[in-house]
């Protein structure tokens, strides 16, 4: 049905507080109110949502949003109902009698958005309850979940597909924040979407900061970093649940409120641990890769990869948790190769061999990623076919402090010979910690039985440390010049470019990675939406905040989001209507707590 463009624009401002919309969300709202089938791509925190929450007040009916997580829905139709706009869920976690409750409002019309999980599309009733509720639209949320290809499939997503069969004249609009193009095509198909409007926006966070450290004193490492942002909140992710435990232990131990988040964890601990890290009672949740999708906080501060992800689209989606209000955020990946090693033994136990090829593609590229001397940025958004076109982003560690090249011919001499005459001398390789002692002249049981005191390598590296070796050895692993056998215990060998580079001198060029974790004062990539504020307000005004939340017991971003408590905090606004014109201050939220926010910065004004 036509809508005229004020009426959207209004709906906008009243019930959402912004003045203008997002890229491309204006040409969806346009195409799903005109009814046609849409696919949607944008990057987390790029307002998906409201692309048919919009039209859902603009339009008769109601809309039903199928969301993968029931934990989350809760928080969603806070969110909504504390801007004014009638929304409930229906999932296993209400009781009977709330579900009659909310089944007798949408007899009524009395809900204009319904999120339900994709498991209830499986209850036989449900469909025919769907045909007498008045549906306008369905909207389906993290759609690459349908897809085999994507990163994240969920087979009851595939029951999706009966809801078209059943109601084949009820647009359908599928949305998600990270899709290869083969995944967007087999969303696409297996929606049955019929000639949708396609809608594909730029994957570039420009608010977040991308860096890589080295994984060395990792604990103790991350601690420094996590105390030199003490007011910040965020994800730590680990490859296991065992590292989530014993990381969440240590974080608490020194002092940081921390909580483990895993699949071992049975159903109520999970669900607690995260209530209480979207409620802000605790500032960092230790998780696997299990924790996190479609995680509506949108104050996340930063996101932390203690070990690294199998994939740059993994990756990608993970950090994009971070920052979704648009404030500056940082993403730390802790890198060392043998975390390489650890992936490319489980690559090895994998039954098929097209699933071991897959893995491994997988890890090389994401490999490729930790140890590049490039724009972070650039590399991120070439997997996704986007192209960057600044020299310098300034939001990634090598454009922000990029590291000046070093001729490392020499020691690469050294340990390429070192390597090459073990094998030699016993017929077999070894580890690379093993080489590491020859060149040091260690002493110690391996090298007596191996009789390696007596290669002409051993002892010629004593005027480097450990690490130094270490760390080249991962450059010449990165250059190719090196190989690691996972399936032989790790055991190094030449490559042919490592052997030519031996016998011909060929000059090694190398850039190490920095010695520890940046812990000074973060920096606004450019494009980030943020600028000086008063602190000191601002800290005022996320007590009240979070005083205003546990009065409704509703996490604390669905009063404000940081960034509008950033704009109240530099605006300094002291009338009513000057709070209604900053972006994010809706009708019925500056009716509910406008007083008592424009009273708490007059009070931290002093």
């Not at 109601?62 to 409930?88: C, E, W």
């Not at 033994?345 to 590049?372: D, H, N, P």
């Not at 990675?513 to 000191?536: C, F, H, I, T």
């Not at 905090?569 to 209604?580: C, G, H, I, M």
Request: charged share 25%; proline share 4%; hydrophobic share 40%.
């Amino acid at each position: 049905m036509a809508v005229d463009a004020g009426a959207v624009t209004g709906a906008l401002k009243r019930y959402f507080g912004f003045d203008a919309f997002r890229p491309l969300q204006e040409a969806i709202v346009a195409d799903v109110l005109a009814g046609r089938d849409v696919f949607a791509l944008l990057p987390t925190g790029g307002g998906k949502s409201l692309c048919y929450q919009l039209p859902a007040l603009l339009t008769p009916g109601l809309t039903v949003v199928i969301s993968p997580l029931i934990a989350l829905m809760k928080d969603q139709v806070d969110a909504l109902t504390t801007a004014g706009i009638p929304a409930t869920y229906l999932n296993s976690s209400l009781e009977y009698d709330d579900v009659r409750e909310r089944v007798d409002g949408l007899r009524r019309g009395a809900y204009r958005l319904l999120y339900v999980a994709p498991e209830r599309l499986t209850i036989g009733s449900f469909a025919a309850d769907l045909e007498r509720w008045n549906v306008t639209r369905f909207a389906v949320d993290e759609a690459h979940c349908i897809s085999e290809w994507g990163h994240d499939f969920r087979p009851d997503y595939r029951r999706i597909a009966e809801l078209r069969e059943r109601f084949p004249a009820i647009p359908f609009l599928a949305f998600t924040a990270t899709a290869t193009d083969r995944v967007r095509a087999d969303i696409m198909e297996r929606l049955a979407l019929r000639d949708p409007a396609v809608h594909v926006g730029s994957f570039n966070r420009a608010n977040l900061t991308y860096r890589v450290t080295r994984k060395r004193r990792g604990p103790e490492a991350l601690v420094a970093w996590l105390n030199a942002r003490p007011d910040d909140a965020g994800i730590v992710y680990v490859a296991s649940r065992a590292s989530a435990d014993d990381l969440a232990a240590r974080l608490a131990a020194a002092g940081i409120a921390a909580l483990p988040y895993h699949a071992g964890l049975d159903a109520a601990t999970r669900s607690r641990h995260q209530e209480r890290f979207i409620r802000d009672q605790v500032r960092v949740i230790c998780a696997t890769v299990a924790f996190g999708m479609g995680i509506d906080k949108s104050n996340v501060r930063f996101v932390v990869h203690y070990d690294l992800p199998k994939s740059i689209e993994g990756y990608y989606q993970e950090t994009g948790r971070a920052g979704r209000d648009g404030v500056p955020a940082d993403c730390l990946l802790f890198f060392n190769h043998g975390d390489v090693a650890k992936f490319e033994r489980f690559i090895a136990e994998k039954e098929s061999e097209g699933e071991r090829a897959v893995a491994r593609a997988q890890l090389e590229r994401m490999t490729r990623y930790a140890y590049s001397n490039d724009c972070r940025r650039r590399d991120l958004l070439a997997y996704f076919g986007e192209t960057y076109s600044e020299l310098n982003c300034g939001g990634c560690d090598n454009c922000l402090e990029p590291r000046p090249a070093v001729d490392a011919t020499l020691d690469a001499q050294k340990l390429l010979s070192c390597i090459e005459r073990i094998r030699r001398a016993n017929g077999f390789g070894v580890g690379i910690t093993h080489v590491i002692d020859v060149l040091l002249g260690a002493e110690n049981e391996k090298i007596w039985r191996w009789n390696h005191e007596r290669l002409t390598t051993y002892g010629i590296g004593k005027d480097r440390s450990r690490t130094a070796w270490r760390s080249l050895a991962d450059e010449l692993a990165r250059l190719g010049l090196i190989a690691v056998d996972a399936a032989q215990y790790n055991t190094v060998s030449l490559t042919p470019g490592g052997r030519a580079a031996l016998t011909e001198r060929t000059p090694v060029i190398v850039r190490e990675l920095p010695a520890a974790a940046e812990k000074g004062r973060k920096r606004a990539p450019s494009g980030a939406v943020d600028g000086p504020y008063d602190a000191g307000v601002f800290r005022a005004l996320r007590d009240l905040r979070k005083e205003l939340a546990d009065e409704r017991d509703v996490p604390a971003y669905v009063v404000f989001s940081d960034a509008v408590l950033r704009a109240m905090a530099r605006e300094l606004p002291r009338t009513p209507a000057q709070l209604r014109a900053i972006s994010g201050v809706g009708e019925k939220k500056l009716a509910d707590f406008g007083a008592r926010f424009l009273d708490a910065i007059e009070s931290a004004r002093g």
